[in-house]
């Protein structure tokens, strides 16, 4: 119920809409109840032998029918308007809340789940703010004024008709919860095989090489087995439920034409009024179908809801402080005391001090899993730390805005992130200020001004998604050459030697030592020596500990570092 009221919600800021939707329903309710009569009337009056009146009786009809065919057309207008609106808020808001949770968020989701709930689930959320749906708040309108109709043509036939009701109801009502509870578990696999569907995707490369066509196949169609199964026990209860309601409507209405038949002969009913009677069985029997298909659409809905509002709920953000400003990097001092982070129970970093002057190069060097790549990230504050603090030119980072501390550091991932778009599009990101001028002196500072200019297309070359068209060192360095058209006071380089061939490193080493040059405070995380030959001083990390640190030459020299003999001698 919680849920259900939480979607209705939505409606509040289009009630102007809803409102003059609610119009047009009603106009079409009582244009329905209407006709029915006017039939009753024309067969009464056919023995009278008026044909003005029955001229007459005719236009009053069609004069309903237009207005039901206009009322119809409105509210049809405005509830699909309504919905599709909704549906259009629902999503921003998804969206938005996934651009503003933390990593931690992510860490906890698989990708598909994600772009299954904002994609398989919304879409099944738009049928509740269908036109199907909202019509419940006419239907039980019609509903009513024709048993109160009804009850003035025959009370005795109305009360027998009644009778089935209760068992429709009950037939709704059960089925209704069951197939909630299958659709529940419907999503939840749809979300599995979507997840699966966009890593076997992703990995394609990888999948081929390795010869694997045939084991992804085996477990693609295993998802999409246990989806199908799920699927079919819905489509069963569907199958069965509406038969059912028909049947019990359908013996209903035969006895209730032999016993009309039979008031007709006792001269107990006008044949008009037997007529109406069916007419108005009619007109009940359609909302009652319309709201047994609302209900399974709702607990659908529902179920969708739920997967939704647990996204929505999810308040794992990296929250600004009161009062956060927007300072300037004047310096590039960064200073670390008694830093320490944990990720659920699993300590990644312990009591990291650290002092990094303006300007300075640090290499930070350790095994994978050491927790290199975690320090970096809560510099740039994509995680809180558990204890201790990280400052900047004297202020916490915390004091910072997000959005002018982040502007002001740039950050390149290990694996490169390029979007699908043109080599000046990644470069720029979006944004318009800079001029070609500067995008193409971050290119030649990051060394892939050359390999750009070789391209047919230059800087508007297509990447193709996630930048496939281009090699690894390419897209490593148009990355470097996107950090850097920010002109940050602090670069952070994470692994950005890892998987490359020697001359995308080379290009990449000698781009360190330019920027460098200018007086960029760096932090160059790598599992190679080799990359950190221009650094200043190396940290040597170990269990999420700082275990040495010293130039480049003292630490490789010095005893006591078995376990970075092999990261040198790489």
């Not at 084991?215 to 246990?226: G, I």
């Not at 050491?370 to 995680?383: F, P």
Request: aromatic share 8%.
């Amino acid at each position: 119920m919680q849920n259900f009221l939480r979607l209705i919600k939505y409606l509040l800021p289009f009630k102007g809409l809803f409102i003059l939707a609610c119009l047009f329903m009603l106009v079409n309710s009582l244009c329905k109840v209407a006709l029915p009569w006017m039939m009753k009337e024309l067969i009464d009056n056919l023995s009278k032998k008026d044909i003005f009146l029955i001229n007459l009786i005719v236009v009053q009809s069609l004069g309903i029918a237009i207005f039901l065919g206009i009322s119809r057309y409105g509210q049809s207008l405005f509830l699909n308007l309504i919905g599709e609106k909704i549906i259009f808020e629902i999503r921003c808001e998804v969206f938005n809340h996934l651009m503003d949770v933390s990593m931690n968020f992510y860490g906890k989701r698989k990708k598909g789940e994600i772009i299954s709930r904002i994609t398989n689930d919304v879409l099944l959320l738009k049928n509740f703010f269908s036109e199907e749906v909202i019509s419940l708040i006419k239907n039980p309108v019609i509903i009513v004024v024709s048993l109160g109709i009804l009850f003035y043509i025959h009370w005795k036939m109305t009360l027998f008709a009644l009778i089935v009701a209760p068992l429709v109801m009950k037939i709704i009502i059960k089925f209704g919860k069951r197939m909630g509870e299958i659709t529940l578990s419907c999503q939840r696999r749809l979300a599995d095989l979507t997840g699966l569907t966009s890593e076997t995707m992703h990995n394609i490369k990888t999948v081929k090489l390795f010869v694997r066509e045939g084991k992804e196949k085996e477990r693609f169609k295993n998802k999409n087995l246990e989806y199908f199964s799920l699927m079919k026990k819905n489509i069963k209860l569907m199958a069965l439920s509406a038969p059912l309601v028909e049947l019990l409507g359908t013996i209903a209405i035969i006895v209730l034409c032999g016993y009309g038949a039979y008031q007709v002969i006792e001269g107990n009913l006008t044949t008009g009024k037997l007529v109406a009677f069916f007419f108005y069985i009619g007109t009940i029997s359609g909302p009652i179908k319309a709201i047994t298909k609302a209900n399974l659409i709702i607990q659908q809905a529902i179920s969708s809801g739920i997967h939704i509002f647990e996204i929505i709920d999810d308040r794992d953000f990296i929250r600004e402080k009161k009062g956060a400003m927007s300072i300037e990097i004047k310096e590039g001092r960064i200073k670390i005391e008694n830093l320490s982070f944990a990720y659920d129970t699993d300590i990644i970093l312990s009591d990291i001090n650290l002092e990094i002057k303006p300007g300075e190069t640090i290499g930070i060097v350790g095994q994978s899993g050491s927790g290199k790549t975690t320090l970096a990230n809560l510099i740039v504050r994509l995680y809180e730390p558990t204890s201790g603090e990280i400052t900047i030119d004297g202020y916490n980072i915390s004091e910072f805005t997000i959005s002018s501390l982040r502007q002001q550091i740039g950050f390149v991932p290990q694996e490169p992130v390029l979007f699908s778009g043109t080599i000046k599009e990644n470069i720029g990101y979006g944004m318009s200020l800079f001029s070609d001028e500067q995008i193409k002196e971050a290119s030649k500072l990051a060394h892939c001004h050359d390999f750009i200019m070789s391209l047919p297309d230059k800087y508007d070359t297509d990447v193709g998604e996630y930048g496939l068209k281009l090699s690894s060192g390419q897209k490593q360095r148009i990355a470097i050459a996107r950090a850097l058209i920010l002109e940050p006071k602090i670069f952070i380089l994470d692994e950005a030697t890892s998987n490359l061939d020697y001359e995308s490193e080379r290009a990449i080493v000698s781009a360190i030592s330019e920027i460098s040059s200018l007086g960029t405070t760096m932090l160059v995380i790598a599992h190679r020596f080799s990359t950190l030959i221009h650094s200043d001083r190396i940290i040597a990390i170990d269990r999420g500990r700082i275990i040495k640190e010293g130039a480049y030459e003292e630490l490789i020299e010095k005893d006591g570092l078995p376990l970075y003999e092999k990261l040198y001698k790489s």
